[in-house]
């Protein structure tokens, strides 16, 4: 299916600041997080999305429309939680999100059910009519949550959804988020400073450093760091044993810590070297697969290489 969002060469200015510079990335189906430290450029991106900027150079696709000059059409299929939220504090938790439905279109009777349905969706069904102001933090992010899903958009937008949230009920929206996603059915764009829950619920990532797109892929490739494969095996001079027959056939091969060894997988034939080697020295195998990193690892490389650019 053709992306959900495709941005091509992107910029926007604010005055003389360059909030994004030539920003391309691709957008699909599922949970994408929307990866950069503060003042990258996450905000403006998702604006652009709205269709409440107008970017001031390339091309936005949202869900096949120009967000700023079809922009009703396209915040009708969207739902939007923004980092901040303005609720009248006097007003129910269930009258806020149906009036947000009101605003998407829907009928007045088909609206207070949606409310309800979308407040018990979140874990609020029984704190539904209490008013905003009465509510924690964490109950404030869900009626965020709740109103951004109760019309049933195609693609939903969150703005860093778990600020001010403990460990526990951080762990417990971005359960929520993975609901909306995989679940519900809807596509959601997550956007966060935080490496760990961008990791722990996203499909594909989009990582931004200085309003420029320095990585959009799919987690799984991200954290293909290359051809390496690590062995862990016993022994104290296990590791160096195994490197050095492997270095005696034209592999190569180093021991970054005791007992393993990442081997460098340039050829179809070092597989069959790995083996050999490991049956000739009747090496006890812990553990054999394919290097991989973390998205730690994988924002700290891509953000020194656009630095580099």
Do not use: C
Request: no cysteine.
């Amino acid at each position: 299916m053709p992306p959900v969002v495709r941005a091509v060469d992107v910029t926007k200015h604010w005055g003389s600041t360059l909030a994004l510079s030539g920003a391309t990335f691709s957008i699909h189906a599922g949970v994408t997080g929307l990866l950069g430290a503060n003042g990258a450029g996450k905000t403006t991106l998702l604006g652009l999305i709205l269709g409440l900027h107008r970017p001031d150079g390339g091309a936005l696709d949202v869900l096949g429309h120009n967000p700023w000059e079809q922009g009703p059409e396209v915040r009708a299929r969207l739902g939007y939680a923004p980092e901040h939220d303005a609720f009248p504090p006097d007003v129910a938790a269930h009258d806020v999100v149906r009036h947000l439905a009101e605003l998407h279109g829907l009928p007045r009777r088909e609206a207070t059910g949606r409310a309800s349905d979308a407040l018990w969706e979140v874990g609020l069904g029984e704190e539904r009519f209490r008013p905003v102001g009465t509510m924690s933090t964490g109950q404030r992010q869900r009626v965020k949550l709740a109103q951004a899903i109760v019309h049933d958009p195609d693609l939903v937008l969150l703005d860093e959804p778990t600020n001010g949230l403990d460990p526990g009920q951080r762990s417990d929206m971005l359960a929520l988020i993975h609901h909306v996603g995989a679940d519900l059915g809807m596509h959601v764009v997550l956007s966060s400073h935080l490496l760990e829950e961008v990791e722990q619920v996203s499909d594909a990532v989009v990582i931004l450093d200085a309003g420029r797109v320095v990585a959009d892929r799919g987690m799984a490739e991200l954290h293909n760091v290359g051809n390496e494969i690590v062995l862990d095996v016993d022994g104290e001079s296990a590791a160096a044993d195994v490197v050095a027959r492997l270095d005696a056939r034209g592999v190569a091969a180093e021991s970054p810590a005791p007992g393993r060894v990442v081997v460098r997988v340039d050829r179809p034939e070092v597989h069959d070297a790995i083996r050999d080697v490991l049956a000739d020295g009747q090496f006890s195998l812990r553990r054999l697969q394919r290097r991989t990193a973390s998205l730690e690892d994988v924002y700290l490389a891509s953000s020194e290489a656009g630095g580099q650019a």
